[in-house]
């Protein structure tokens, strides 16, 4: 069996974060996709105000690095959701309904003291498998 060729995900406009931070939005291998945690910050650096806004904008993130992969929110497998406050949980479902309204992927959410920034409220990371959604 031959193994899979890594490909690196990096959509235009994340060249600094690459180098900054040293990672990649995404790895493709094979039809498998990880996409590294998605946060509320817009493609100016700007962090959204408070947990809907930041949802809101992390799904979009989510979202484009899983275009730029050929992928789509339909091809989520397993979906990881960090929490700096869990009494919030009900206005992140209320987002992530919009963005995932059926066929949901597994799901843990996790509750954590602070992320890498400390105005982030929340952060999302996924697995994907190209072409297994509603829409392949």
Same mark, same amino acid.
């Given at each position: 069996?031959?193994?899979?060729?890594?490909?690196?995900? =990096?959509?235009? @406009?994340?060249?600094?974060?690459?180098?900054?931070?040293?990672?990649?939005?995404?790895?493709?291998? @094979?039809?498998?996709?990880?996409?590294?945690?998605?946060?509320?910050?817009?493609?100016?650096?700007?962090?959204?105000? @408070?947990?809907?806004?930041?949802?809101?904008?992390?799904?979009?993130?989510?979202?484009?690095?899983?275009?730029?992969?050929?992928?789509?929110?339909?091809?989520?497998?397993?979906?990881?959701?960090?929490? %700096?406050?869990?009494?919030?949980?009900?206005?992140?479902?209320?987002?992530?309904?919009?963005?995932?309204?059926? =066929?949901?992927?597994?799901?843990?959410?996790?509750?954590? %003291?602070?992320?890498?920034?400390?105005?982030?409220?929340?952060?999302?990371?996924?697995?994907?498998?190209?072409?297994?959604?509603?829409?392949?």
């Amino acid at each position: 069996m031959e193994p899979s060729k890594k490909t690196l995900i =990096n959509p235009p @406009g994340t060249e600094k974060i690459y180098q900054r931070m040293q990672f990649s939005q995404a790895v493709c291998a @094979g039809s498998m996709v990880w996409v590294s945690g998605q946060v509320g910050i817009d493609e100016n650096g700007n962090v959204a105000e @408070g947990i809907e806004a930041q949802a809101q904008a992390a799904f979009a993130n989510l979202q484009h690095v899983l275009a730029e992969a050929g992928a789509g929110l339909d091809d989520i497998v397993e979906l990881v959701t960090y929490h %700096t406050s869990m009494k919030e949980i009900g206005k992140f479902l209320k987002v992530k309904a919009g963005f995932i309204p059926e =066929n949901f992927p597994a799901w843990t959410a996790v509750g954590v %003291t602070e992320l890498v920034m400390p105005e982030l409220l929340c952060e999302i990371r996924a697995t994907a498998v190209l072409k297994s959604g509603t829409g392949a």
